[in-house]
């Protein structure tokens, strides 16, 4: 298998994957959806609210929030040594006390570990009328995708790369060409036809369709895009999912030998 970085960003990468099946590459990014944890509130108590949102409504925000997360020093809940009752290994308490009029943003909170906070400060929560008050403890955990999406890392998705060649398209073709091509692959300047962006293909198969002058192939490499939230680096999203698929793959291996020995 050969990996090659094509595009870093703090919140985004894009690889390029040689030598791996679909299959393989597919199962990295349900890995990546429903197994890498992140923090994310999960209960919150409310103490004062009279807005006009419900408190169902505002925990629900609250839920969405995207918290930064430190994989090294919190368990999952369900692997912590409290069992899951709650302690400073697995939970981080976040308050807020609001009363003035205007926006109540996500960077109101005040979290008991300085490192567990908002990603984006300017996220509102809820908007407050003169008189109106808003005060609640919140709880943040660990938590996977799979339970529920407010845990997943990001957005991730991969498609197979392609040689496009053309030949014999005349100006008029080379004209329709850059129309019809949905993601701006094709240039044509001073009367000269460039294929531009390639890795842009998204394999509509219009520029084929309409003119008959484009030849597009397989390459058998994958283009593989992951966008964090925000709660991790992609690298530390890839990282763990590797870690999280050899688990499960290591737990199979155990139960082969248990159930064939
Ligand atoms: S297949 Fe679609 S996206 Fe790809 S080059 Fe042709 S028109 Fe553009
Ligand atoms: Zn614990």
């Known amino acids: 298998m050969k990996v090659q970085a094509l595009e870093k960003k703090k919140d985004f990468l894009t690889l390029s994957i040689a030598g791996a099946s679909p299959g393989f590459i597919n199962a990295l ?50 692997e912590c040594s409290c069992g899951g009752v709650g302690c400073a290994k697995c939970q981080v308490r976040l308050t807020l006390k609001a009363n003035k009029q205007g926006f109540v943003y996500a960077s109101q909170l005040q979290s008991s570990d300085p490192k567990i906070v908002p990603v984006h400060e300017k996220t509102p929560i809820v908007k407050l009328l003169p008189g109106q008050e808003l005060e609640l403890e919140a709880v943040a955990t660990l938590g996977r995708g799979k339970t529920h999406a407010k845990w997943q890392p990001g957005h991730v998705y991969f498609r197979e790369r392609v040689s496009i060649k053309t030949k014999h398209c005349d100006e008029e073709k080379s004209k329709q060409l850059v129309e019809v091509c949905p993601a701006k692959v094709f240039a044509f300047k001073q009367g000269k036809l460039s294929i531009k962006n390639p890795d842009n293909c998204l394999l509509c198969n219009a520029c084929v369709e309409k003119t008959g002058c484009v030849e597009i192939t397989p390459t058998g490499e994958y283009l593989f895009f992951l966008e964090s939230w925000g709660q991790l680096k992609p690298v530390e999203i890839l990282e763990r999912a590797s870690y999280e698929l050899d688990l499960k793959l290591n737990s199979l291996l155990t139960l082969l030998k248990q159930a064939t020995s």
Do not use: Q
Not at 29 to 57: C, H, Q, W
């Open 29 to 78: 990014r349900r890995i990546i959806l429903s197994e890498v944890p992140t923090m994310a509130i999960d209960v919150v108590e409310f103490k004062k609210n009279n807005t006009g949102l419900y408190d169902e409504i505002i925990a629900h925000r609250l839920g969405l929030l995207v918290l930064k997360t430190d994989l090294k020093h919190y368990n999952l809940p369900e």
